[in-house]
C-alpha cells in the first residue's frame, strides 16, 4: 500500500473516531464530599467532567475460539474540569477516602489474530461497581501471569456508589503491543451514591470509559492463555443519553480502520 493511501486511512479513522466523540462531549457533575460523611475542612463541594485513574486485570484467553474474559479494577486518583485540574485540596480524593472501581467483562475477536498485536474484540458483557471507602485502606493487587488475579481487599469503611453493565464497546491489543478499551454503560447510582454525586438530578445514567497502556504493562503467560494488564490509565465520564447507533459504529469504525491500517502494515 502506497504512504499517501495510508495516511487516507488514518486520517478516515481517526475522523470518524473525534467525529463521533464530539457528538457527546463530557457534561459536567457535581461532587460533595460530605455525602461520604466528612466534615469540616474534608467537606468539599466542586464541579468535574471527568475521574481519573489507573488499572489492572487478568485476561484469560481462548485464542482458538477468539474469547476472553477477565475482571479487575480501577484506582481513580483525581477528577478534573474542562482543562483544570481538581485537586486533592478541594476533591480531597487521596486525602480523606479513595475512589475506585470492580469489573468483570467478557469479548469476542472481531478482526486480526487473536491474542495478538492488532487484534480487535467486541465486548460481550461489562459489569461494574464504584465504590468509596473513607477510611483510606483499601489496598490493591495487580494481575500477574502466574494466575493471580486483580483483587481488592477492602477496607474498613467501604460504600458502594453506584453500578452499571454494558450498552456497547471495544477492545483489543494495539499495533505496539499495548491494550486498549473502550465502553458505553448503563450506568445507576445508589442512594449513597446520590449523596456523594450531588448533581445533576436524576444523575447521568449513561457512562463512558476509555483506558490504554503501553507494552510494559502487558505481559503474556507462556502458554498464551493469560494476559496480566498491570498498567492500563483512563478514566470516566458521563451523559444523560446513550449516544445515535450510528456514532457508536462511528467509534468501532474508526478503530477497526486503524486495526486494518496495522495489518496492512505488516503486510507490505
Not at 92 to 100: A, F
Not at 163 to 175: D, P
Request: charged share 10%; glycine share 12%; hydrophobic share 45%.
Amino acid at each position: 500500500m502506497k504512504f499517501s493511501m495510508r495516511k487516507a486511512i488514518i486520517a478516515a479513522a481517526v475522523g470518524a473516531t473525534l467525529s463521533a466523540g464530539s457528538a457527546f462531549a463530557a457534561p459536567v457533575f457535581t461532587v460533595d464530599t460530605a455525602g461520604l460523611g466528612l466534615t469540616g475542612s474534608s467537606a468539599k463541594t466542586f464541579d468535574a467532567d471527568f475521574i481519573s485513574g489507573f488499572s489492572s486485570e487478568l485476561l484469560h484467553l481462548d485464542n482458538t475460539a477468539g474469547t476472553a474474559t477477565g475482571s479487575g479494577w480501577v484506582q481513580f486518583t483525581s477528577f478534573k474540569n474542562g482543562a483544570n485540574a481538581v485537586l486533592p485540596g478541594t476533591s480531597r480524593l487521596g486525602v480523606d477516602y479513595q475512589l475506585y472501581l470492580t469489573f468483570s467483562l467478557s469479548d469476542v475477536l472481531v478482526s486480526g489474530t487473536a491474542g495478538s498485536p492488532g487484534a480487535v474484540y467486541a465486548l460481550n458483557s461489562l459489569t461494574f461497581d464504584v465504590w468509596a471507602d473513607t477510611g483510606v485502606d483499601t489496598s490493591f493487587t495487580e494481575a500477574n501471569v502466574n494466575g493471580t488475579e486483580a483483587t481488592v481487599s477492602v477496607g474498613t469503611a467501604d460504600v458502594k456508589l453506584g453500578s452499571g453493565s454494558l450498552i456497547t464497546g471495544t477492545a483489543g491489543f494495539n499495533a505496539l503491543g499495548g491494550v486498549f478499551q473502550n465502553a458505553i454503560a448503563s450506568f445507576a447510582l445508589t442512594a449513597a451514591g446520590s449523596n456523594f454525586f450531588i448533581a445533576p438530578v436524576p444523575f447521568y445514567s449513561v457512562a463512558f470509559d476509555e483506558f490504554n497502556n503501553t507494552t510494559q504493562g502487558l505481559t503474556f503467560s507462556a502458554d498464551g492463555k493469560l494476559a496480566a494488564i498491570t498498567n492500563a490509565s483512563g478514566g470516566v465520564d458521563f451523559n444523560g443519553q446513550v449516544p445515535e447507533p450510528t456514532t457508536a459504529s462511528l467509534i468501532g469504525m474508526g478503530l477497526l480502520g486503524l486495526g486494518a491500517l496495522s495489518r496492512k502494515r505488516k503486510a507490505s
